[in-house]
């Protein structure tokens, strides 16, 4: 199962908004509403930003949202601000009826200008 | 609020055994409809699921990894570990464990992570 495919960077000034796509398959992303998205911060743990898609865990902020189209998956923030530079890794399952396996995208490094 | 913590050797010579726990508080690991993962980060790189168990004992382990690994639960010390044999340099990462919501499959809460260098 090969890595999901992101963006190694994407930039944005503050109060902009920025999409960061997450290109599987349809064994994976495109299977499934299951993906999910983390944000990480240097030297720390990931952080869950959206699950099942487009489901936002309480205490994220609604300035993130999710979306799938096909086998591409996508991350929105909007209002874009500094606290938001990190990385951001997409996560689909990728599952089978002989298995269960979840694999992560490249992840995108995320820099607010 | 759950809290996960991973503990174990830093340091592991190659062709040994890596070994770590992760013990978790603020909740029972045996409640729930919640699975139990362990994840890695090699330095500078992208994020790897290496496998999850159930209390029942159940486990799923990524094919990649599945001929090494070897995850276990202990419900009475409300943790769960990892074993990876025959390491090389390559096994050197940081890493993570995370409680995984079933159905859902995702990871909601996730330990601070520890790093562990393969090296004689």
């Known amino acids: 199962q090969s890595a999901l495919t992101q963006p190694a960077s994407v930039s944005g000034s503050p109060g902009q908004s920025i999409t960061i796509s997450c290109t599987g398959t349809?064994?994976?992303?495109?299977?499934?509403?299951?993906v999910s998205w983390y944000q990480q911060h240097p030297g720390k743990a990931p952080k869950l930003m959206i699950y099942e898609g487009s489901k936002r865990p309480s205490g994220v902020s609604n300035r993130f949202s999710g979306s799938k189209s096909g086998n591409t998956a996508s991350l929105t923030i909007s209002g874009l601000q500094a606290e938001d530079e990190a990385d951001y890794y997409c996560c689909s399952y990728a599952g089978s009826s002989t298995s269960d396996n979840y694999v992560f995208g490249t992840g995108t490094k995320v820099t607010v200008l | 609020q759950v809290q996960l913590q991973e503990s174990g050797p830093g340091l592991v010579k190659p062709s040994q055994t890596l070994s770590l726990t992760c013990t978790v508080s603020?909740?029972?690991?045996?409640?729930?409809?919640?699975?139990w993962s362990w994840i890695r980060q090699p330095a500078g790189k992208g994020l790897e699921w290496i496998g999850r168990?159930?209390?029942?004992?159940?486990?799923n382990y990524n094919p990649s990894l599945k001929s090494r690994v070897t995850i276990s639960v202990d419900t009475s010390k409300n943790q769960f570990s990892l074993k990876l044999s025959s390491v090389t340099a390559a096994d050197t990462a940081v890493y993570y464990c995370?409680?995984?919501?079933?159905?859902?499959?995702?990871?909601?809460?996730w330990g601070q992570g520890t790093l562990v260098t393969v090296s004689s």
């Open positions: 168990i159930y209390t029942s004992g159940s486990t």
């Open positions: 603020g909740g029972s690991i045996s409640s729930g409809s919640y699975y």
């Open positions: 995370a409680r995984t919501v079933g159905f859902g499959e995702f990871f909601d809460y």
């Open positions: 349809s064994s994976d992303v495109g299977s499934y509403n299951l």
